[in-house]
């Protein structure tokens, strides 16, 4: 693309081909400050735990100038894989959370709350139970099983020729009701070894994650992302009702399944990473809202803050009081409900 076809369109605005980018001042800085605060918390993650790294050292071991061995095995093997873990599985979980939020006009409307984190969390329980799978079977399997479980919520919640927002979380949190129960008797299916490793792979962890697990996440987070950016201007279009969104020419139907697949898609990738974490996609999304003031939906910050959140919720299940390491599904788990319970509280909107 030569630089002539990049033309800057009228205030903070430039387009990229049939793309076009509006950045407001304040949307800017604080997807700035959520980059430094990511940075920042990588940094500490890499150079604090058992062993301890001075921010030179571990610097030095990233640039591959370093002449410890032990510095660089712990952090290019076990510490690296982590971090660049959680930041994928974060950032994937924040941008489906703001899709799903925009699309079903609902604060409530995230990935674990109506039903498809379930779905992919079936899908690996079947592999662990049934089959006896290892770590690749179970992460196919449930980026499979997620986007299936999308593809019937989005075909239950049809009425006529349309979804509806509110349609689609209710009929979603009924689907994932019916899912958990069927997660439960897989369960109680398996032996005790199965059952073990599966609740292990419930509760959610970056615990021993490698190279195996970072790879397979960037890319699907590289592919899933343009189809959404590119889809910005009609999910905000969809916010101001089916109708308006249709006058304006906006496919509707078609532009609601490719996001709710887009959607799902980052969900599962996620789940296929760390498991089940709960609530970064409830939270982060309305965490950048409230910071940018944005009226558009915050695809880039909910990503952003999605990813700092996650590392966030890493850095303090490693440092709780009496050498309590908590998985980081249940960490997120215990505070998105307090979180939950301040916006049902708070907000007149849900």
Not at 22 to 32: H, I
Not at 75 to 97: D, F, K
Not at 263 to 284: D, N, R, S
Request: glycine share 12%; with cysteine.
């Amino acid at each position: 693309m030569s630089p002539s076809s990049i033309r800057p369109l009228s205030g903070p605005a430039f387009r990229l081909g049939p793309v076009s980018f509006r950045w407001r001042l304040r949307t800017l800085l604080v997807c700035l400050l959520l980059v430094t605060a990511a940075l920042l918390l990588a940094a500490l993650l890499l150079g604090t735990g058992t062993l301890h790294f001075s921010p030179a050292q571990v610097l030095t071991s990233l640039t591959g100038g370093g002449d410890n061995a032990v510095a660089d095995r712990v952090i290019q093997r076990i510490r690296l894989p982590r971090v660049l873990t959680a930041l994928c599985v974060g950032a994937s979980l924040g941008m489906a959370g703001s899709i799903f939020q925009s699309i079903s006009r609902n604060a409530l409307g995230s990935p674990d709350v109506i039903g498809f984190t379930s779905g992919a969390a079936t899908g690996a329980i079947v592999q662990i139970i049934l089959f006896n799978a290892g770590p690749l079977e179970t992460a196919l399997a449930a980026v499979l099983s997620g986007l299936l479980t999308a593809i019937v919520v989005f075909v239950l919640s049809l009425r006529g020729r349309g979804t509806g927002g509110y349609r689609l979380v209710l009929v979603g949190i009924g689907v994932g009701a019916i899912l958990s129960g069927i997660n439960t008797i897989l369960l109680v299916m398996g032996n005790l070894d199965q059952a073990m490793s599966a609740q292990i792979w419930l509760a959610g962890s970056l615990n021993t994650r490698t190279w195996s697990h970072v790879i397979p996440a960037a890319l699907g987070f590289i592919l899933i992302v343009p189809v959404a950016i590119f889809h910005a201007r009609h999910i905000n279009l969809l916010e101001m009702g089916d109708d308006a969104a249709s006058q304006l020419g906006v496919h509707v139907e078609r532009t609601r399944l490719v996001l709710v697949i887009a959607a799902v898609g980052l969900t599962a990738i996620a789940t296929a990473a760390a498991g089940p974490v709960a609530f970064i996609a409830l939270a982060g999304p309305q965490l950048a809202r409230r910071l940018t003031h944005a009226s558009g939906v915050p695809l880039v910050s909910g990503a952003l803050m999605g990813a700092v959140l996650l590392l966030s919720a890493d850095a303090l299940s490693q440092r709780l009081p009496l050498d309590i390491h908590m998985p980081i599904g249940l960490t997120t788990g215990l505070l998105g409900g307090f979180y939950l319970l301040w916006l049902l509280t708070r907000s007149r909107r849900v």
